[in-house]
T-cell receptor, first 115, second 113 residues
Framework: EPEVTQTPSHQVTQMGQEVILRCVPISNHLYFYWYRQILGQKVEFLVSFYNNEISEKSEIFDDQFSVERPDGSNFTLKIRSTKLEDSAMYFC?????????????FGSGTQLSVL | AQSVTQLGSHVSVSEGALVLLRCNYSSSVPPYLFWYVQYPNQGLQLLLKYTTGATLVKGINGFEAEFKKSETSFHLTKPSAHMSDAAEYFCAVSSYNTDKLIFGTGTRLQVFP
């Protein structure tokens, strides 16, 4: 089965630094998402992206966050100035054309640790 | 607004025993309901989903779930656990007018020989 790939699997950064989390969605997919899970808490929606623009975003996704599809294959999440509370597992997901709530394919996540 | 509650952060069963993972939801619109599974070092995989129609939904690996509107529940079951079922299971809710999934906190299933 095709896979969503996320790199790196684990990233450590200092508070205040910028980080970019990278994702390669499944090649013919058009809808892209970022979710995150703080240790012991729920998986939370951050943002959805379609046709080179944000479709929906949560309250968490403030001005410190941005997403980009810089080329035809990558989908990135940038955190401009990381905070301790940004430490979490970040999941990228994608899906193909079709109705809302069609099957999402998730990557295995990037564990971000902010020190 | 929508939310999901998964009762029991950890569930342990013996191999061959019934698996029951509980999920209750809250939704102001007709819900779409999902179960995802996460094996160690892997991404979340869709086990099954309910959108409309038949309330008993069958998924992969012998799992099934039943949508009970009167109980606002979508519990996941499997008649006979296998060692390979050990994983984290997430219940999620959405609806027809959003592409966003609202997840529960997850239930870690352990299977003992």
């Amino acid at each position: 089965e095709p896979e969503v790939t996320q790199t790196p699997s684990h990233q450590v950064t200092q508070m205040g630094q910028e980080v970019i989390l990278r994702c390669v969605p499944i090649s013919n997919h058009l809808y892209f998402y970022w979710y995150r899970q703080i240790l012991g808490q729920k998986v939370e929606f951050l943002v959805s992206f379609y046709n080179n623009e944000i479709s929906e975003k949560s309250e968490i996704f403030d001005d410190q966050f941005s997403v980009e599809r810089p080329d035809g294959s990558n989908f990135t999440l940038k955190i401009r100035s990381t905070k301790l509370e940004d430490s979490a597992m970040y999941f990228c997901a994608s899906r193909g054309e079709g109705q809302l709530n069609e099957k999402l394919f998730f990557g295995s996540g990037t564990q971000l640790s902010v020190l | 607004a929508q939310s999901v509650t998964q009762l029991g952060s950890h569930v342990s069963v013996s191999e061959g025993a019934l698996v029951l993972l509980r999920c209750n939801y809250s939704s102001s619109v007709p819900p779409y309901l999902f179960w995802y599974v996460q094996y160690p070092n892997q991404g979340l995989q869709l086990l099954l989903k309910y959108t409309t129609g038949a309330t008993l939904v069958k998924g992969i690996n012998g799992f099934e779930a039943e949508f009970k509107k009167s109980e606002t529940s979508f519990h996941l079951t499997k008649p006979s656990a296998h060692m390979s079922d050990a994983a984290e299971y997430f219940c999620a809710v959405s609806s027809y007018n959003t592409d966003k999934l609202i997840f529960g906190t997850g239930t870690r299933l352990q299977v003992f020989p």
